[in-house]
């Protein structure tokens, strides 16, 4: 087995940088030191979160070191307590950022779920597990199923970066 790289992807309210700063801390106690912060894009694909926030900004984190696969479940679990952590900070009902951990590795970026699909592996504990994108011959390669801001490409050089830092780790430097 081949360690991974825990990624998670963050949607905040734009107007509530605040929130952004308390997600990262909370995502830190849960899985380690951040080691690399995308920048903020504005998130516009869909209106699905709307109950966030109208207007909503989507980051995404790598964590230092490597990390079993194993334990997706664990880190989808630990994020859906931080979701309803902070509904509860911001004394409302519904949650007010959207945690999205997964992994990288060589070869994939792959999300954990709680929504089962046709493309979604069931693991554990209510938890799914997809191939969100791939890599192959130095590029992203996405799917008629993938997030259509994934398929943007304007993640890409994200994922590039965090891909180089997976192989730095891998072998050791």
Request: hydrophobic share 35%; glycine share 8%; charged share 30%.
């Amino acid at each position: 087995m081949t360690g991974v790289k825990i990624i998670s992807g963050l949607l905040y309210p734009a107007d509530r940088p605040e929130l952004k700063g308390w997600a990262m801390d909370g995502m830190s106690a849960l899985y380690g030191e951040i080691e690399r912060e995308s920048p903020d894009y504005p998130f516009e694909f869909t209106d699905y979160y709307k109950a966030i926030a109208p207007a909503l900004l989507r980051c995404f984190f790598t964590f230092k070191g490597l990390r079993h696969p194993g334990e997706l479940p664990d880190w989808k679990i630990a994020a859906i307590a931080l979701e309803r952590a902070s509904a509860q900070r911001e004394q409302g009902e519904s949650r007010r950022v959207n945690i999205d951990p997964g992994y990288l590795d060589g070869a994939r970026v792959v999300l954990a779920s709680t929504k089962d699909n046709a493309q979604r592996i069931y693991l554990r504990d209510n938890i799914y597990a997809e191939v969100t994108i791939c890599h192959r011959k130095d590029g992203w390669e996405k799917f008629s199923y993938t997030f259509p801001d994934f398929k943007s490409g304007r993640y890409d050089s994200f994922w590039d970066i965090a891909r180089r830092d997976w192989q730095r780790d891998i072998r050791g430097d």
